[in-house]
């Protein structure tokens, strides 16, 4: 307030506005720093003339194989793809500011044309085009966005409530300003996460439960709407040509599918088949073994199916098969680093990934902010404090997983495991793992698709051979995500790609306040009050070189806690789709760029017609 008042801000309503427009800013970042200048015309990424129209159909995010609502920001159900909360681009919803796809965290003027952080960071304003509409022609105010945080804070999923745990609340200057204000000191990402929020209609919301699961299709201000569909089995996006935005400089180029269609398939099996069919356009393959071995076929020989590799350059990130630390039988961290040694990734890169991957080390893989090496002083400075309470291997050169001999059963590493289960408490007795009393040590790797079977179970049979009672659980879709949500199980695979800049996301992903609340990223139901501190660290960092010395800091002491048997990674995305689509000629750095800047080619597809 008596940084407001010393500058001038309260003298009227209109001149809070009018000083805080002449000094505001097109687009924030974490660190200030901004690629594009304030009349930029459009990203460097897109094609500003390129032609809309067609359709494009494709496969969804990995592992989304159902859904059976249309409101993707509450915990019940399990949402379409294409909107809610974790989707990669969410088509119906606008937001105040959008990313920019080339930069670390940069996000640019959306529904809000400008922005003004406080000088003391406690609070942002936004300044809104009052050219901004619903689907249904009312005008989006300040009050819609107030209230759209409103909502999601009360009844929203609960990631929202701790991701904006900070965030104190919003108010409305004017009818197209509003002002968040923030608590606690570490507030640098609170600006971006307010920016990129999903603006809800509040008077749609008074005759619509915002808490209930529905097929209704929802009324948002995006470039699209949702079109037909049939419940886990596709659903379609119908672009607006009367969308508001589709002009401004962060829209152009961009939105030119005049349809968006996701299909959903049980398993990856029948999404290659059909692929191969022609029944949808474009498929991202994560199966290696198909990708090396079962794409020589007619049409990607003759040109009709493209097979392309497309550089990845974000955080390859966390994947693995994630232990449930809630179980007591995996409380001791020697049990679970002893999994991790029963895993044969080089005989299972070599016989069934045709060595496509690389191993990964660590939680913030392909990027600066992994820990390589011995801690260099500044780590220390972070570390040092818990010295007593922390692995003796933080302060040496990080925890990696072993590298076995290839064979499938590296007895050298199964031995050490065995002496690890022995030390945790866990003995031998009639050819079964047990604990003092006398209890066997059960464990289920839960799944939903057949395809991961095969992965499993080498790693199966090598726990068999430390004397463990291991068993894949193969349930439906919904069943899978239930459990999930509820961590009603021993291990399960996930994949979570880490931000160009993390922060307060990172609370969900290991914070403690995430372990026991349901439909929580803390799948390992990390408890552990110095990871908790070391999250505040990367929160409060001032630039980016401090962020990347507190990643590696908490990289160090995650890796030491064997939370996770690693899985492995490649930069790239090795995507397949038939040639009917043009392109710009630069790839976003952060992004596919697929959905957002491709378009559909008549020439390409009247000749993919032809050749059949």
């Given at each position: 307030?008596a940084t407001?008042l010393a500058a001038?801000?309260f003298l009227?309503l209109?001149?809070?506005?009018q ?11 974490a660190?200030g720093?901004?690629k594009?200048?304030k009349n930029?015309?459009?990203f460097?990424?897109?094609?500003p ?6 359709r494009?159909?494709?496969i969804g995010t990995?592992?989304v ?6 409101n993707?920001?509450?915990?019940k159900g399990d949402?379409?793809?294409g ?11 606008d937001?105040l500011?959008?990313?920019?796809l080339?930069?670390p ?9 400008s ?12 300044f809104m085009?009052p050219e901004?509409?619903?689907a249904?022609?009312s005008?989006?105010?300040?009050g819609?966005?107030?209230?759209s ?6 009844k929203g999923?609960?990631a ?6 900070d ?17 606690g000191?570490n ?10 929020l ?17 097929l ?9 709407t949702?079109g037909?569909f049939?419940q886990?089995?596709f659903?379609t ?10 002009d ?9 599918f ?12 029948a ?6 069919a022609?029944a949808?356009d474009l498929?991202e393959?994560?199966t290696?073994k ?5 794409y020589d076929?007619?049409?990607v020989?003759?040109?009709r199916?493209?097979r ?13 098969f994630?232990?449930?630390?809630r ?7 020697r ?15 070599k016989?069934q990934f045709?060595?496509?991957y690389k191993?990964?080390?660590s ?5 600066s902010m ?5 801690p260099?002083?500044k780590?220390l400075?972070?570390?040092e404090?818990y010295?007593?309470r922390?692995p003796?291997?933080?302060?040496a050169k990080?925890?990696?997983?072993p590298?076995s001999n290839?064979?499938?059963k590296?007895?050298?590493l199964?031995r050490?495991?065995?002496?690890l ?6 003995t031998?007795k009639?050819?079964?793992?047990v604990n003092?009393k ?5 464990i ?25 009672s291991?068993s ?5 879709p919904?069943?899978?995500q239930?459990?999930?949500k509820?961590?009603d199980?021993?291990?399960?695979t996930?994949?979570y ?8 996301q ?8 995430a372990a ?12 552990n009050?110095i990871?908790d501190?070391?999250?505040?660290k ?13 990643a590696?800091?908490?990289d ?6 064997h ?7 490649k930069a ?6 038939w ?14 760029g697929i ?5 559909y080619?008549?020439a ?9």
């Amino acid at each position: 307030m008596a940084t407001l008042l010393a500058a001038g801000l309260f003298l009227s309503l209109d001149g809070i506005s009018q000083t805080y427009a002449d000094n505001s800013t097109h687009g924030l970042s974490a660190f200030g720093e901004l690629k594009y200048p304030k009349n930029f015309k459009y990203f460097d990424y897109v094609d500003p003339n390129a032609p809309t129209g067609g359709r494009l159909s494709m496969i969804g995010t990995a592992g989304v194989i159902t859904f059976n609502s249309f409101n993707g920001y509450i915990l019940k159900g399990d949402p379409a793809q294409g909107l809610g909360y974790l989707a990669n681009e969410d088509h119906v919803f606008d937001s105040l500011m959008i990313r920019a796809l080339d930069e670390p965290d940069a996000v640019y003027g959306l529904v809000a044309h400008s922005a003004e952080v406080a000088l003391d960071k406690k609070s942002v304003t936004f300044f809104m085009r009052p050219e901004a509409r619903f689907a249904d022609g009312s005008e989006v105010t300040a009050g819609d966005v107030v209230f759209s945080l409103n909502i999601l804070k009360e009844k929203g999923h609960p990631a929202f409530r701790l991701q904006l745990r900070d965030v104190e609340r919003a108010e409305t200057p004017g009818k197209l300003t509003v002002r968040y204000f923030f608590t606690g000191e570490n507030t640098r990402d609170l600006p971006l996460i307010v920016a990129q929020l999903p603006i809800f209609s509040k008077a749609y919301y008074t005759t619509h439960p915002f808490d209930k699961t529905t097929l209704e299709p929802p009324l948002g201000s995006g470039p699209y709407t949702i079109g037909k569909f049939k419940q886990g089995t596709f659903v379609t996006y119908r672009r607006r040509p009367d969308y508001w935005g589709k002009d401004l400089p962060v829209n152009r180029g961009r939105n030119n599918f005049d349809e968006l269609r996701y299909e959903y398939y049980r398993d990856r099996i029948a999404e290659f088949e059909a692929l191969k069919a022609n029944a949808f356009d474009l498929r991202e393959e994560f199966t290696s073994k198909v990708w090396a071995t079962q794409y020589d076929i007619p049409p990607v020989r003759d040109g009709r199916l493209i097979r392309e590799t497309l550089p990845d350059d974000r955080p390859s990130g966390a994947q693995g098969f994630f232990i449930n630390t809630r179980r007591a039988k995996f409380q001791d961290r020697r049990v679970r680093q002893a999994l991790d040694l029963a895993f044969d990734f080089e005989w299972t890169n070599k016989n069934q990934f045709y060595n496509h991957y690389k191993r990964t080390h660590s939680f913030f893989e392909n990027s600066s902010m992994k820990a390589v090496g011995v801690p260099s002083p500044k780590e220390l400075k972070l570390l040092e404090p818990y010295r007593d309470r922390l692995p003796k291997e933080v302060f040496a050169k990080p925890y990696s997983p072993p590298v076995s001999n290839g064979s499938g059963k590296d007895r050298t590493l199964l031995r050490k495991a065995s002496r690890l289960l022995r030390e945790a408490g866990w003995t031998m007795k009639d050819g079964k793992r047990v604990n003092a009393k006398g209890e066997p040590m059960g464990i289920e790797f839960l799944i939903f698709s057949p395809s991961f079977e095969r992965i499993i179970a080498p790693f199966v049979k090598n726990l068999k051979l430390l004397g463990l009672s291991p068993s894949i659980r193969r349930v439906d879709p919904a069943q899978y995500q239930e459990r999930v949500k509820s961590f009603d199980f021993d291990i399960t695979t996930q994949r979570y790609v880490m931000p160009n800049t993390p922060g307060v996301q990172l609370r969900n992903y290991w914070g403690s306040a995430a372990a026991d609340f349901k439909g929580s990223q803390n799948l390992a139901g990390i408890k552990n009050p110095i990871i908790d501190a070391l999250i505040e660290k990367i929160i409060a960092a001032k630039n980016r070189a401090e962020l990347t010395i507190a990643a590696r800091a908490i990289d160090r002491v995650l890796r030491s806690e064997h939370y996770w048997v690693p899985h492995w990674y490649k930069a790239s995305h090795t995507i397949a789709y038939w040639n009917k689509f043009s392109r710009p000629k630069v790839k976003p750095r952060y992004s596919r760029g697929i959905i957002s800047t491709w378009w559909y080619d008549d020439a390409k597809a009247d000749k993919l017609a032809k050749s059949k």
